[in-house]
């Protein structure tokens, strides 16, 4: 029975570049998905495509290309990633330049559009999930994009496509296209396309589902996490699939590691909506078939939502914060006068912030006044004040109040930071899949 190996070389946007390498390199992979685009990720890619309009893309997406790119022209290993982020043309372009640089001619690098849809926003009146209307952000909105099915990812592979990046699609879609693809799944399948996502899911995040975020010394106990492995789903016709890695890769593959990766992010193990599928877990079986391999089988689904959701990202404040350090005898009082003048500073300066912070970095910055005091005074102790304001300036004056601690406040501060930035914020919204058209471009290398 045909089966298909497909690589998770990336699970976010700054993730590790060599376990990709390494899979491409000895793991006998027939696909390598990156996995590179969160929901501020790409809000704040647009606003850097808005200031550039060759910009937009993963900022890592050439260091991997250039690190994975002949490996994979040479074993045939076909590349689905969502570097494209707010720019898949661009990104797509670039990818073809790094071929040629590489002498790797004839590489189909196809891009993936259709996900943008602030436009579409902006002209309508739609609400946001609290019911509120998104007209009201104005200039505030930076970027609207609906999270894309594998449906235009599979039509990119069937055009013969070696490289497909796209911008905002579904995570588990990047895992799932290859499949429907590669097995010729209809795309009302339910049951299948259920499975297929569930294999997409436990791939997305890459070392999570081997030890990574999973590592508990002493209770959960991983081996070799500083060369953590990433995964390899060997998947069959019916989408059951062994999750393993490279042999000799640090991390772990087990039952539990499956587990914890299965139901991360799930609101609903039996309604786990996506573009695709509304896919359910419920029933899910786990076997561990010999060391660092676990075979899945027993999801399912159910037919698809009318609706895709959209990412809407947009600056919703400004956010001031200073720190400072203090150490040897003492260190904890002076802290807490230190916080105490900075508090009120701002009060007795009229700074008008809607929310404030005063922390004591490893005394109560966690968990606040219900962390308790430490049998032994902490000999160093680092203040943190953040404060969240409607303007830069608002922003800049706490971040100056704090550095003004070094000449004006306790003894032996030092070590300083400040800063002001905007906070892009995200929010989700509903648009009817018909809404939203698709197209595939594609670039030789």
């Not at 969160?38 to 997406?61: S, V």
């Not at 499949?179 to 499975?195: C, N, S, T, V, Y």
């Not at 699939?241 to 193990?269: N, W």
Request: hydrophobic content about 45%; charged content about 25%.
């Amino acid at each position: 029975m045909k089966r298909i190996r497909i690589g998770g070389g990336a699970g976010y946007s700054g993730d590790r570049i060599e376990p990709a390498v390494e899979l491409a390199e000895k793991g006998d992979i027939d696909y390598l998905v990156f996995e590179c685009l969160a929901e501020r990720t790409i809000a704040l890619a647009q606003r850097a495509r808005l200031a550039d309009p060759a910009a937009g893309y993963d900022p890592l997406l050439e260091e991997r290309m250039r690190a994975v790119l002949p490996l994979c022209a040479a074993k045939r290993i076909r590349i689905i990633t969502n570097m494209g982020a707010a720019n898949p043309l661009a990104a797509a372009a670039r990818i073809r330049e790094i071929a040629r640089s590489l002498q790797l001619p004839g590489i189909q690098v196809a891009a993936v559009q259709g996900d943008d849809v602030t436009d579409i926003l902006r002209r309508g009146s739609y609400l946001d999930e609290a019911g509120l209307p998104l007209d009201r952000l104005g200039k505030r909105l930076l970027s609207a994009n609906a999270y894309l099915g594998a449906q235009p990812l599979v039509e990119a592979l069937a055009q013969g496509a070696d490289i497909v990046v796209t911008g905002r699609a579904a995570d588990p879609a990047l895992v799932l296209a290859p499949l429907i693809h590669e097995f010729g799944w209809a795309m009302d399948d339910w049951q299948r396309l259920g499975q297929g996502t569930l294999v997409g899911h436990l791939l997305e995040c890459a070392g999570q589902i081997t030890g990574g975020y999973f590592a508990d010394p002493g209770y959960k106990d991983v081996p070799g996490l500083a060369r953590l492995g990433f995964p390899i789903g060997e998947v069959d016709h019916e989408g059951n699939v062994v999750i393993s890695k490279v042999a000799g890769s640090g991390g772990r593959v087990s039952a539990a590691t499956c587990k914890e990766q299965m139901l991360y992010e799930i609101h609903d193990p039996a309604a786990y909506l996506t573009p695709d599928v509304v896919a359910d877990f419920s029933n899910v079986r786990m076997e561990e078939i010999g060391v660092d391999q676990v075979r899945i089988s027993g999801a399912t689904g159910r037919p698809r939502p009318p609706t895709l959701k959209v990412s809407v990202g947009y600056v919703d404040s400004y956010i001031g914060e200073g720190q400072m350090s203090y150490a040897g005898p003492g260190a904890l009082a002076r802290a807490e006068l230190a916080l105490a003048i900075v508090k009120e500073r701002l009060e007795l300066t009229g700074v008008q912030a809607s929310e404030m912070r005063y922390e004591l970095l490893g005394v109560n910055a966690m968990h606040g006044g219900r962390s308790g005091m430490a049998a032994v005074e902490p000999y160093e102790v680092r203040i943190r004040v953040a404060g969240r304001t409607d303007s830069m300036r608002e922003a800049m004056r706490i971040a100056n109040e704090v550095e003004s601690l070094y000449t004006c406040g306790p003894a032996a501060g030092g070590g300083a930071a400040k800063s002001a930035r905007d906070v892009v914020a995200v929010l989700s919204t509903l648009l009817p899949r018909e809404a939203v058209v698709t197209t595939v471009h594609m670039e030789e290398s």
